[in-house]
C-alpha cells in the first residue's frame, strides 16, 4: 500500500527543488507572486510532512488521527502531542528536528495560518491577502526548505520502520 501523504509530500519537495534551482538561475529580481507561489509550496510541504505523521502515526495506533484542514497550528500541536508520547522516539534526536520544524512552521503561522494568505489574493471580505510587495530573501527561503525537509527526514524513517505501520509497506500489499 502505497503511503499517500507520504508520496504528495516527496512530490511538492521535487517540485520545490526544481522551483528553486529555476528561480535562483534566473539571477534577476523575482516577482511577488513567484515568491506567493514558492511559500504557499514550502507551507504545504510543512502541512503534508505533518499529515504523513499522524497518519503513520494513526497507523501505529490504529487510530484516525489524521486533520483534514489547513490549520497549521492545529496540525503541529497535534502531531507534537502524539510524537512526544511515541515511545521508540525517546532515545532519537526528533526534538532538534521538531524545534526547527516548529521555527518555520510559526513563521507561516504569523503571516499563513490557514493556507490562504499566498494562495488568494484576496480575503472573502475582498481585502488585500498581504501587501504586494513584499521583500523575500531567496536563500533564507532555500535555508527554511532545506531545514524543513532535513528534519523531516530524521522522524519519519523511525514511524516507517515500525512493525506496526503498514503505510508505504510491501506489508499490506
Same mark, same amino acid.
Given at each position: 500500500?502505497?503511503?499517500?501523504?507520504?508520496?504528495? !509530500? /516527496?512530490?511538492?519537495?521535487?517540485?520545490?527543488?526544481? $522551483?528553486?534551482?529555476? +528561480? @535562483?538561475? &534566473?539571477?534577476?529580481?523575482?516577482?511577488?507572486?513567484?515568491?506567493?507561489?514558492?511559500?504557499?509550496?514550502?507551507?504545504?510541504?510543512?502541512?503534508?510532512?505533518?499529515?504523513?505523521?499522524?497518519?503513520?502515526?494513526?497507523?501505529?495506533?490504529?487510530?484516525?488521527?489524521?486533520?483534514?484542514?489547513?490549520?497549521?497550528?492545529?496540525?503541529?500541536?497535534?502531531?507534537?502531542?502524539?510524537?512526544?508520547? !511515541? /515511545?521508540?522516539?525517546?532515545?532519537?534526536?526528533?526534538? $532538534?528536528?521538531?524545534? +526547527? @520544524?516548529? &521555527?518555520?512552521?510559526?513563521?507561516?503561522?504569523?503571516?499563513?495560518?490557514?493556507?490562504?494568505?499566498?494562495?488568494?489574493?484576496?480575503?472573502?471580505?475582498?481585502?488585500?491577502?498581504?501587501?504586494?510587495?513584499?521583500?523575500?530573501?531567496?536563500?533564507?527561503?532555500?535555508?527554511?526548505?532545506?531545514?524543513?525537509?532535513?528534519?523531516?527526514?530524521?522522524?519519519?524513517?523511525?514511524?516507517?520502520?515500525?512493525?506496526?505501520?503498514?503505510?508505504?509497506?510491501?506489508?499490506?500489499?
Amino acid at each position: 500500500m502505497l503511503d499517500p501523504w507520504g508520496y504528495y !509530500y /516527496e512530490g511538492y519537495c521535487e517540485f520545490i527543488e526544481a $522551483s528553486l534551482n529555476t +528561480l @535562483i538561475n &534566473k539571477q534577476e529580481r523575482l516577482h511577488s507572486a513567484s515568491m506567493y507561489a514558492l511559500l504557499f509550496n514550502v507551507r504545504h510541504v510543512i502541512e503534508l510532512g505533518l499529515k504523513d505523521i499522524l497518519a503513520q502515526l494513526g497507523e501505529i495506533q490504529n487510530n484516525d488521527l489524521l486533520i483534514f484542514n489547513h490549520d497549521l497550528k492545529q496540525l503541529m500541536n497535534t502531531t507534537h502531542k502524539f510524537l512526544q508520547s !511515541y /515511545e521508540p522516539l525517546s532515545g532519537s534526536p526528533w526534538k $532538534s528536528s521538531w524545534a +526547527l @520544524i516548529d &521555527k518555520h512552521a510559526n513563521f507561516f503561522i504569523e503571516i499563513d495560518v490557514n493556507s490562504f494568505t499566498f494562495r488568494y489574493p484576496l480575503t472573502k471580505n475582498n481585502m488585500p491577502s498581504m501587501e504586494h510587495n513584499f521583500e523575500v530573501n531567496l536563500q533564507a527561503i532555500v535555508s527554511m526548505f532545506h531545514e524543513i525537509r532535513a528534519s523531516f527526514i530524521k522522524i519519519t524513517p523511525i514511524l516507517m520502520a515500525d512493525e506496526r505501520n503498514f503505510l508505504g509497506s510491501k506489508k499490506n500489499a
